[in-house]
């Protein structure tokens, strides 16, 4: 390929780069925006729900403090109640609110106006302007609430006059629960939809409904919080029953890019928190790109004019010193795994002397000729380079001598028969390794009581492929106790892992054992 058209198709793959990825960075900034308002909103909707039920928290205690009081007085509630909503950022008033039978009206009335001290009447409120309330066969009146001097108008209202309340209050005498009232124009401002009640019925010994602790809320306490991020385009709907909206800075919907949206379940009634994302404009959409491209090909450009002439090189370089160290790695592995079995072994050799037990010596000196068979196998790799597979005759050899040295059986006699070369892959020679001890450790334990001579002998041969692997002792071969133990099962266990057919086996007169694995 010609240099120009090196160039030309690196200009390319540079521009085609960098679109890519302008186009990953914007979309993972968009997924970055969604991931923080989904963020945001869940923290709102947390925060929101817990200063809900630390209102409604606060109603239940109001009815708790009162319950054995037949009658309420205002510098008892009055006390109490301030304390309350001092502590308390979304509660804008608390009221107290008896249930008032026709008949008793006149002199509900009248009761208020000696003890209270000024003119005191059951109101309603009609086009915005408060009159006296129309006879009826029940009121539920505020008799004390406070803040006083933000809530004065509200006193002698009847909630029960506005069908909006009137249905809440019918539905918590049914429920005997807390229940809030759909958005409301609150007595004490003629903005529409502006505030909410949440009424808590008080309950005689009868279980009768006397009269209510009413919790007033504003809806600008509601949303201060999203009020005050100036960032967050936020609105609150109460989707109970027609959907009513409680606040909203929205603009239009065809400006934003995303919305998350969040249901809250409000004593009842369902409200719905709309979060909104505002889209990128396009003028800094378009800036971005080209700024981008522009850096990316620029960049591209440099790197191609200062590398194209040493890239071989240097690649070639970089490559012989990386199989240099990979080398000089796996030696140092190789060596500090040996180093480290080492280590395991001298640790188990100083627990079997400190123990008494035979079953535990016996246990601990078979775990440290397993050990010591992986270690001699990690030490013949460090000493020939060979990374990739191991000369089987050198291997057992070794491990032989290993064994009879480590077991103190000299007067044993012990043969390796390999009729030619034979490599083995590291992986399967450890399993190999482990098969030897296992074999060679039963021998030394079991086969030769009351014998002579005794021997060992075990032989490797390479047929089409395969290698033919005899294990031999001339022992008075497996007991009854023996053929099902923990080394037999380990022994059938370790010859399924090298894949191994096996071709005979002989448990009586001695002990032998033949099979062949792929090599």
């Given at each position: 390929?010609?240099?120009?058209q090196?160039?030309?198709?690196?200009?390319?793959?540079?521009?085609?780069?960098?679109?890519?990825?302008?186009?990953?960075?914007?979309?993972?900034?968009?997924?970055?925006?969604?991931?923080?308002?989904?963020?945001?909103?869940?923290?709102?909707?947390?925060?929101?729900?817990?200063?809900?039920?630390?209102?409604?928290?606060?109603?239940e205690?109001?009815?708790?403090?009162?319950?054995?009081?037949?009658?309420?007085?205002?510098?008892?509630?009055?006390?109490?109640?301030?304390?309350?909503?001092?502590?308390?950022?979304?509660?804008?008033?608390?009221?107290?609110?008896?249930?008032v039978?026709?008949?008793?009206?006149?002199?509900?009335?009248?009761?208020?106006?000696?003890?209270?001290?000024?003119?005191?009447?059951?109101?309603?409120?009609?086009?915005?302007?408060?009159?006296?309330?129309?006879?009826?066969?029940?009121?539920?009146?505020?008799?004390y609430?406070?803040?006083?001097?933000?809530?004065?108008?509200?006193?002698?209202?009847?909630?029960?006059?506005?069908?909006?309340?009137?249905?809440?209050?019918?539905?918590a005498?049914?429920?005997?629960?807390?229940?809030?009232?759909?958005?409301?124009?609150?007595?004490?401002?003629?903005?529409?939809?502006?505030?909410?009640?949440?009424?808590?019925?008080?309950?005689?010994?009868?279980?009768?409904?006397?009269?209510?602790?009413?919790?007033?809320?504003?809806?600008?306490?509601?949303?201060?919080?999203?009020l005050?991020?100036?960032?967050?385009?936020?609105?609150?709907?109460?989707?109970?029953?027609?959907?009513?909206?409680l606040?909203?800075?929205?603009?239009?919907?065809?400006?934003?890019?995303?919305?998350?949206?969040?249901?809250?379940?409000?004593m009842?009634?369902?409200?719905?928190?709309?979060?909104?994302?505002?889209e990128?404009?396009?003028?800094?959409?378009?800036?971005?790109?080209?700024i981008g491209?522009?850096?990316?090909?620029?960049?591209?450009?440099l790197?191609?004019?200062?590398?194209?002439?040493?890239?071989?090189?240097?690649?070639?370089?970089?490559?012989?010193?990386?199989?240099?160290?990979?080398?000089?790695?796996?030696?140092?592995?190789?060596?500090?795994?040996?180093?480290?079995?080492?280590?395991?072994?001298?640790?188990?050799?100083?627990?079997?002397?400190?123990?008494?037990?035979?079953?535990?010596?016996?246990?601990?000196?078979?775990?440290?000729?397993?050990?010591?068979?992986?270690?001699?196998?990690?030490?013949?790799?460090?000493?020939?380079?060979?990374?990739?597979?191991?000369?089987?005759?050198?291997?057992?050899?070794?491990?032989?001598?290993?064994?009879?040295?480590?077991?103190?059986?000299?007067?044993?006699?012990?043969?390796?028969?390999?009729?030619?070369?034979?490599?083995?892959?590291?992986?399967?020679?450890?399993?190999?390794?482990?098969?030897?001890?296992?074999?060679?450790?039963?021998?030394?334990?079991?086969?030769?009581?009351?014998?002579?001579?005794?021997?060992?002998?075990?032989?490797?041969?390479?047929?089409?492929?395969?290698?033919?692997?005899?294990?031999?002792?001339?022992?008075?071969?497996?007991?009854?106790?023996?053929?099902?133990?923990?080394?037999?099962?380990?022994?059938?266990?370790?010859?399924?892992?090298?894949?191994?057919?096996?071709?005979?086996?002989?448990?009586?007169?001695?002990?032998?054992?033949?099979?062949?694995?792929?090599?």
């Amino acid at each position: 390929m010609k240099p120009i058209q090196v160039y030309i198709l690196s200009f390319l793959l540079t521009l085609c780069l960098a679109i890519i990825t302008i186009y990953i960075v914007e979309r993972n900034e968009a997924k970055l925006e969604y991931a923080n308002l989904e963020l945001l909103s869940d923290e709102y909707v947390f925060d929101f729900k817990r200063d809900i039920d630390k209102s409604f928290s606060v109603l239940e205690g109001l009815k708790f403090h009162f319950k054995d009081d037949s009658i309420i007085y205002k510098e008892q509630f009055s006390k109490i109640t301030k304390t309350l909503l001092h502590t308390n950022r979304f509660l804008k008033g608390l009221s107290y609110n008896p249930i008032v039978d026709g008949v008793s009206r006149n002199e509900f009335e009248l009761w208020n106006k000696q003890y209270n001290k000024f003119d005191f009447e059951i109101t309603e409120k009609e086009n915005g302007v408060f009159k006296k309330r129309a006879l009826d066969s029940k009121y539920v009146v505020v008799q004390y609430i406070e803040p006083m001097s933000s809530n004065s108008k509200a006193v002698g209202f009847d909630i029960n006059s506005s069908p909006t309340r009137r249905n809440t209050i019918d539905r918590a005498i049914r429920t005997r629960n807390i229940n809030v009232t759909e958005p409301i124009t609150l007595v004490q401002s003629n903005k529409k939809n502006n505030g909410l009640l949440a009424l808590n019925p008080i309950l005689l010994e009868d279980s009768v409904v006397s009269g209510f602790f009413v919790g007033v809320f504003a809806v600008d306490a509601l949303v201060q919080k999203a009020l005050d991020n100036q960032d967050i385009i936020f609105e609150l709907n109460d989707i109970t029953e027609t959907p009513i909206s409680l606040y909203s800075n929205l603009k239009e919907i065809g400006d934003y890019e995303f919305e998350i949206s969040r249901q809250i379940d409000v004593m009842g009634r369902l409200w719905e928190c709309s979060f909104y994302y505002k889209e990128t404009p396009f003028d800094l959409h378009a800036q971005r790109w080209l700024i981008g491209l522009i850096f990316f090909l620029v960049c591209g450009f440099l790197f191609l004019m200062i590398n194209f002439t040493h890239r071989l090189k240097i690649s070639n370089e970089n490559l012989e010193e990386a199989n240099s160290q990979v080398q000089m790695l796996l030696k140092e592995v190789h060596h500090r795994v040996k180093n480290n079995l080492q280590i395991v072994n001298s640790f188990i050799g100083l627990e079997k002397n400190r123990t008494k037990d035979e079953v535990t010596l016996s246990i601990l000196s078979k775990t440290q000729t397993r050990i010591g068979s992986m270690s001699s196998l990690h030490e013949l790799i460090y000493e020939d380079n060979d990374f990739e597979s191991v000369d089987l005759q050198h291997y057992v050899g070794k491990l032989f001598s290993f064994l009879r040295k480590s077991m103190a059986s000299s007067d044993i006699g012990s043969e390796v028969l390999c009729n030619n070369k034979i490599e083995l892959d590291l992986t399967r020679a450890v399993t190999l390794g482990l098969l030897i001890n296992e074999l060679f450790t039963n021998s030394l334990k079991y086969a030769f009581t009351n014998i002579d001579d005794p021997q060992i002998k075990l032989e490797l041969s390479e047929e089409n492929g395969y290698c033919v692997f005899l294990y031999s002792d001339n022992g008075i071969g497996v007991q009854e106790g023996v053929k099902s133990g923990l080394g037999s099962k380990l022994i059938k266990r370790l010859v399924q892992q090298l894949k191994g057919d096996t071709l005979e086996s002989d448990l009586n007169v001695g002990f032998s054992l033949k099979f062949k694995f792929k090599l």
